[in-house]
């Protein structure tokens, strides 16, 4: 391929990247203006179209879930600010409308009431975004690496104080090493699904045949444990588990 095919193709794929860029501007502020004319089906309809572009943004799940909420479909609402913290764990205003979102549903999910101590540990955990993990593990690994190389190049002595400040430096970047991975692989493997069937009963087995066992409710979130064809074993927060319809649930994962 000549030099001048390759500049046309780039100039191509530019032109519609911005064309594709200035398109999804425009839905987006159609949809904000629908929303605070209290269309909220159109508004639903216009967020829904940019998360099928493959837009895996937090604010746009947000969004969806207020037009949900809005629309009494707590189930869904429940999901999308799930997916929006799944992807930003500290989007302060997903989790104030989860926690609000929460309080609707028959089901008793209250999950700030941790022990105290779980609470914090499980605040510092997520309080970083998958995004600012990523980008604090790198800036400290190419310090650490920086001055690695600057001590070799000059053939300086370790002395104590050097030493103790390149062992600060690594456990730094074990910590962030460690916490970004961990962090991936619960994004990766996320489990989490919300009910979206207003009841749904639980059984011992895959099938209506089996011994019931309770019964749930719209919001409700859960874990998957195993899929067989058309039923489900999920487990509560309590610790029970059942088996349930696939169809009654939506999972969180994006």
């Not at 409308?97 to 540990?121: G, P, V």
């Not at 499980?122 to 975004?129: F, G, I, V």
């Amino acid at each position: 391929m000549s030099t001048r095919m390759i500049i046309f193709s780039l100039m191509i794929m530019i032109f519609t990247s911005l064309i594709s860029v200035d398109n999804e501007k425009k839905i987006l502020y159609s949809a904000t203006e629908a929303y605070k004319l209290n269309d909220f089906d159109k508004a639903l309809s216009l967020y829904s179209e940019l998360e099928t572009r493959n837009q895996k943004n937090p604010d746009i799940y947000y969004n969806i879930g207020n037009c949900y909420f809005r629309l009494n479909r707590i189930g869904l609402a429940i999901l999308y600010y799930k997916k929006a913290l799944l992807i930003d764990s500290s989007h302060s205003l997903a989790k104030k409308n989860l926690n609000f979102a929460l309080k609707f549903t028959l089901d008793k999910q209250d999950f700030e009431n941790q022990n105290f101590l779980s609470n914090i540990i499980n605040t510092a955990y997520q309080s970083l975004s998958l995004n600012a993990l990523a980008w604090i593990t790198l800036i400290l690994l190419t310090g650490l690496v920086t001055v690695i190389h600057a001590m070799i190049r000059k053939g300086q002595d370790y002395t104590h104080t050097k030493q103790m400040m390149l062992m600060i430096m690594l456990a730094f970047n074990l910590v962030f090493i460690a916490w970004s991975g961990t962090r991936f692989y619960h994004y990766k493997h996320n489990n989490e699904a919300v009910i979206s069937s207003s009841k749904v009963n639980a059984y011992s087995g895959p099938g209506e045949n089996y011994t019931k066992l309770f019964t749930i409710h719209e919001g409700l979130i859960i874990k998957i444990n195993k899929i067989d064809n058309a039923w489900t074993l999920v487990s509560l927060s309590n610790g029970f588990s059942g088996w349930v319809r696939t169809s009654t649930y939506k999972v969180v994962a994006i």
